[in-house]
């Protein structure tokens, strides 16, 4: 069956450390894949998209990684600030998108 | 200052009782789509439609009806036949093939 797993439902770490989330896939074959923010309470904000050609993508402190051999993705947040603290979501380009369960990370100070 | 409206934010329900959530975007896509999000659960597609006057079942549709009569409007009605409404709904749009656009959400609630 299809599955997309995210690596764990909440990840905290320290101001300033690389956060690294991760995002697992089965049963998909995805022309592209996507990374959303989303603070409580609001609808999810775009970050990146990164298509099975590309092996990385960067956006200021953002860097998504896409290996279509391992069916998974990273996304890491460089000298990650407290303010980054939110739930991430990947998403699948299917038919439509699919939506993974998201990872909550805290950002501590 | 573009982007899409959702209303209201807050929604009570009592059983029995259909009620109609609005979802405006004013960026001039043609996709929009209408998701449900519950607790520790991703987002699951409900409906959605690629142009006026054409919608399509997502992947849990049954006690849902939407029409889109217009570009810019995608209204999502929650029918007594939806058993458990109780859920935060989001609305989206996007360009082919590019990243969606959410609302605000609305959190609906069975009274």
């Known amino acids: 069956s299809q599955k997309i797993e995210q690596n764990s439902e909440a990840l905290n770490i320290q101001e300033g450390k690389t956060a690294t989330l991760t995002c697992n896939y089965t049963n998909y074959s995805p022309a592209y894949l996507q990374w959303y923010r989303q603070d409580p309470g609001r609808g999810p904000v775009f970050l990146l998209l990164?298509?099975?050609?590309?092996k990385e993508k960067r956006k200021e402190r953002l860097k998504v990684t896409f290996d279509t051999t391992l069916k998974q993705s990273l996304f890491h947040i460089t000298a990650s600030q407290p303010a980054d603290s939110a739930t991430y979501l990947c998403?699948?380009?299917?038919?439509?998108?699919?939506f993974g369960p998201g990872t909550r990370l805290s950002v501590l100070p | 200052d573009g982007g899409i409206t959702q209303s209201p934010k807050y929604l009570f329900r009592k059983e029995g009782q259909n009620v109609t959530l609005s979802c405006e975007q004013n960026?001039?896509?043609?996709?929009m789509y209408w998701y449900r999000q519950d607790p520790g659960q991703g987002l699951r597609l409900i409906y959605y439609s690629q142009i006026v006057n054409d919608f399509q079942k997502g992947d849990i549709a049954e006690g849902y009806s939407v029409s889109r009569e217009k570009k810019e409007s995608f209204p999502l009605t929650v029918t007594s036949a939806q058993k458990n409404p109780t859920a935060f709904y989001l609305c989206?749009?996007?360009?082919?093939?590019?990243?969606?656009?959410f609302g605000s959400g609305t959190r609906l609630t069975v009274v």
């Open positions: 998403a699948l380009a299917s038919q439509n998108f699919v």
């Open positions: 989206a749009s996007s360009p082919q093939g590019y990243g969606y656009t």
């Open positions: 960026l001039n896509h043609d996709a």
């Open positions: 990164i298509r099975e050609n590309e």
